[in-house]
């Protein structure tokens, strides 16, 4: 992460909750709105981000997305607060896709 020397930083994001545990710091001293996106638990064998370390990150973010609610409930598992828990899914409904089907035509494949 970095800015331009003069800009004015408006929000933090983080991909990753150690990540998002190394800035923030950061966010509180500055008193910069911080965001993360839990993509879910780490494989086996990879270890979690220590209980206080997590509990420090959940006193400072503001909101932590999720694309699944499964994802969310296992932030909150994890002991993030509920109401800071927003998901976001990804892709695009295809119900508001328009389509129209089309005779199959053998000769031009």
Same mark, same amino acid.
Request: aromatic content about 8%; glycine content about 6%.
């Given at each position: 992460?970095?800015?331009?020397?003069?800009?004015? +930083?408006? +929000?933090?994001? %983080?991909?990753?909750?150690?990540?998002?545990? *190394?800035? &923030?710091?950061? %966010?509180? +001293?500055?008193?910069?709105?911080?965001?993360?996106?839990?993509?879910?638990?780490? !494989?086996?064998?990879?270890?979690?981000?220590?209980?206080? @370390?997590?509990?420090? +990150? /959940?006193?400072?973010?503001?909101?932590?997305?999720?694309?699944?609610? /499964?994802? =969310?409930? *296992?932030?909150? &598992?994890? =002991?993030? !607060?509920? $109401? @800071?828990?927003?998901?976001? !899914?990804?892709?695009?409904?295809? $119900?508001?896709? !328009? /389509?129209?089907? @089309? &005779?199959?035509?053998? *000769?031009?494949?």
């Amino acid at each position: 992460m970095a800015a331009a020397a003069g800009t004015r +930083l408006d +929000l933090i994001h %983080a991909h990753t909750m150690v990540q998002a545990y *190394q800035v &923030a710091p950061i %966010a509180r +001293l500055c008193r910069i709105p911080m965001i993360f996106t839990f993509h879910g638990l780490p !494989p086996e064998g990879v270890g979690l981000l220590a209980p206080d @370390k997590r509990r420090y +990150l /959940f006193d400072t973010c503001n909101r932590v997305t999720v694309n699944t609610i /499964f994802a =969310g409930r *296992q932030v909150i &598992a994890l =002991g993030c !607060p509920e $109401s @800071k828990v927003i998901v976001l !899914p990804q892709g695009v409904p295809i $119900s508001e896709l !328009p /389509f129209t089907e @089309k &005779a199959f035509d053998p *000769q031009n494949r």
